[in-house]
């Protein structure tokens, strides 16, 4: 195909998962974005599943019965994790000038904001992405709109509001990005945290978002052209490694970009504490009586900062002028000092 022709790349890293994966690309390819193409890293997914009107298929078999040229199918050649995925994506599969990064989970609603990001990346090169709200589908509320109203603003005042925005955050990685600026910073700039049996991904999202705003502007659509769902996923399962491994690349943003001025010191302590809560909450999953929580210790965690978790939470606060809040304290307490009498450990609680 000619190289012109392929504008934007969707990526979708898949293991296993057949049944998600087919329902991603039958709403896609359905909306005929011109130039957009479905790029399925399959990091060598293993099992088979049953999709509505195909049968018992595999995620090789699923890409295959859509006979489109529009589906890249490339299997990595052993699991590798989603951030090794995209490292390989980008050193050998990308043509794009454009690229997306989706969950197979994902389902497409709307080709019209893509088209309109497009329309403006085309038009400015010192663009750097485009983001797009998201509806958002889970157990409790099927249709939740992660809304916000921007426009477009520097990559410093982005991060900023990116901080502080909870919609924003949610919304994490779903943009249009350039690739010839998303080379030049190395995405992904991943931190090998798989070696330590962490999660790559939780947490690069932001990474790559952030270390993009570094070289030029960004751009919103107020239309969401993707629904995720969210229910009984990793960061269920596995709350600890994903509180975690998301502080990691935070404190590792903090560290690098916040010397240069593009993290203000009231922003960093905002970014740090609530990521930092997440690894506490994490901790009381791990200890407590969750339903669906598969994780059953620090072990991963411990083995990577080489100190007990509840040592390493304090000497964070203290490195990085976090004041905990109450309800940080409170989930210290139940996660790392059981043994408190109630009568003390309540009064922390809100």
């Known amino acids: 195909m000619p190289a012109s022709a392929r504008k934007l ?3 979708i890293p898949v293991y296993n ?7 991603i690309l039958s709403t896609g390819l359905a909306l005929k974005i011109p130039g957009a193409y479905f790029v399925v890293i399959d990091d060598f997914s293993d099992q088979a599943e049953e999709v509505p009107g195909l049968g018992v298929i595999t995620v090789e078999a699923v890409c295959a019965s859509f006979k489109d040229s529009r589906v890249i199918y490339s299997r990595n050649p052993r699991n590798m994790s989603v951030a090794a995925s995209l490292d390989r994506y980008y050193r050998d599969v990308c043509e794009a000038d454009y ?3 989706l969950n197979p989970k994902d389902e497409f609603l709307d080709g019209a904001p893509i088209c309109e990001a497009l329309t403006k990346m085309d038009a400015d090169p010192r663009l750097s992405f485009v983001v797009y709200p998201l509806r958002q589908g889970d157990p409790e509320n099927l249709d939740r709109f992660l809304s916000f109203q921007y426009g477009r603003m520097s990559g410093k005042e982005f991060i900023a509001r990116h901080i502080e925005d909870e919609n924003l955050q949610h919304c994490s990685g779903y943009a249009i990005m350039r690739v010839t600026n998303a080379r030049i910073i190395g995405i992904p700039n991943n931190l090998d945290l798989r070696s330590y049996g962490l999660e790559d991904a939780s947490g690069i999202d932001h990474d790559m978002l952030f270390r993009m705003a570094t070289l030029g502007d960004v751009e919103f659509t107020s239309v969401p052209p993707i629904r995720r769902w969210i229910g009984n996923g990793y960061t269920q399962r596995f709350p600890l490694t994903f509180g975690y491994s998301q502080y990691q690349y935070a404190r ?3 560290i690098e970009l916040g010397p240069d001025g593009w993290i203000s010191r009231n922003s960093q302590r905002h970014y740090l504490a609530f990521r930092l809560m997440l690894v506490v909450w994490g901790a009381v999953a791990v200890r407590g009586p969750y339903k669906g929580v598969i994780e059953a210790d620090f072990t991963k965690p411990e083995k990577h900062m080489r100190l007990p978790l509840w040592l390493y939470i304090m000497l964070e606060c203290v490195r990085f ?3 905990p809040t109450r309800r940080m ?3 210290y307490v139940t996660a790392f000092m059981p043994w408190l009498p109630e009568a ?3 009064r922390f609680k809100e």
């Open 344 to 346: 003390i450990r309540s």
């Open 321 to 323: 002028g976090i004041w």
């Open 99 to 101: 690229t997306s990064l």
């Open 252 to 254: 590792r943003l903090v």
């Open 329 to 331: 304290i409170a989930l």
């Open 9 to 11: 790349d969707f990526l």
């Open 17 to 23: 998962r057949p049944a998600y994966l087919y329902r």
